[in-house]
């Protein structure tokens, strides 16, 4: 806990009655949905398997699949068709006109290759067309992703179940739960303070220096945020930087680490999914401009959409897959 947040905190614990893989980011949950301590899931498949960038694809996958609360089963069973058509790999090309990770074809009325590029756009058309398929939860896997791909070889995805029900764990999936449910947001947020016109006051950089650093400053808002964060449980961030671009030196923007290093995994992705969720969640209450985790950002005109990170590359924090990014108004 920050030195100058004199706070009381009790244990946090995640909650949600699974891992439904990332970016679980909603702000309802099932009422069937208990809270539960999160585990971390043992897998027989080595992540060092796939290299960084069929990794992303792969979380990419299941996020979109957690964010449309597709179950477990779905997700694996895009995973395992993402490994038979594209080896995980986002593809330029293919057979014919097939383009991305499913080799979905703009012919066959998937989309633009533009759209079909995105792995984000890619994996929301399938999920899309698994859910038009009758039954397909108690189909066998290679029979609900023939059903959705239409492949010339309709048995080549068995082969990939264990594998994708390998990597769905280890991305933080439970194959074996009863039900699949998205992470809890961690309770609600003292309201922020408003003008009587329910507008956001002008602030300025004005808590100094700012307690996060023990350098530059932050707004009312800001600083307001990291104590309610910091009461719900989340770990300390840090927020004012004067070389970086946009809300850091101004004060309206903070970092919570989920990981020290790389991209995170298992319960520290979890943790990453239930803050993000927490942030939605309270946006009005506290003044929220945009979030950003795991490759997407939401912002109140457009909810969560994918997030077009301005350096490039395969850093984890440029793609803020290490750590959530907050700004306020």
């Not at 067309?129 to 108690?138: E, F, N």
């Not at 991209?263 to 506290?286: C, I, P, S, T």
Request: net charge negative; charged share 20%.
């Amino acid at each position: 806990m920050n030195r100058a947040v004199a706070l009381v905190v009790g244990t946090f614990l995640l909650v949600g009655c699974c891992l439904a893989g990332p970016l679980l980011l909603l702000t309802t949950v099932n009422d069937e949905c208990a809270p539960a301590a999160t585990t971390s899931v043992a897998s027989s498949q080595p992540a060092g398997q796939w290299n960084a960038g069929q990794l992303a694809n792969a979380r990419t996958i299941v996020s979109v699949g957690a964010e449309r609360r597709i179950p477990v089963r779905g997700q694996i069973i895009a995973l395992a068709t993402a490994m038979q058509e594209s080896g995980l790999r986002n593809l330029a090309g293919g057979d014919r006109d097939s383009i991305g990770l499913f080799q979905q074809r703009p012919s066959q009325g998937w989309g633009i290759p533009a759209q079909i590029g995105d792995p984000v756009y890619a994996a929301g058309k399938f999920y899309d067309k698994l859910a038009t398929i009758r039954g397909w939860q108690t189909m066998p896997l290679t029979d609900a992703a023939q059903a959705v791909q239409g492949s010339a070889l309709p048995n080549a995805y068995a082969k990939w179940e264990d594998d994708a029900t390998a990597l769905a764990q280890q991305l933080g999936a439970d194959p074996g739960s009863a039900t699949d449910c998205p992470a809890a947001p961690a309770g609600t947020a003292d309201a922020v303070k408003r003008n009587p016109d329910g507008s956001w006051p002008d602030e300025g950089c004005t808590i100094r220096p700012d307690p996060t650093t023990d350098s530059g400053c932050l707004t009312p808002r800001t600083w307001h945020l990291v104590q309610q964060a910091e009461a719900a449980g989340f770990p300390e961030p840090g927020c004012y930087r004067v070389d970086d671009h946009g809300e850091h030196p101004k004060g309206r923007a903070c970092d919570f680490m989920m990981t020290s290093g790389g991209e995170a995994f298992g319960a520290k992705k979890a943790r990453g999914d239930a803050m993000a969720a927490w942030a939605v969640a309270n946006a009005d209450r506290l003044g929220l401009k945009y979030v950003i985790w795991f490759r997407r950002i939401w912002t109140r005109s457009e909810g969560w959409h994918a997030y077009n990170n301005p350096f490039g590359g395969d850093d984890p924090s440029g793609w803020h897959t290490n750590h959530v990014h907050i700004s306020v108004e």
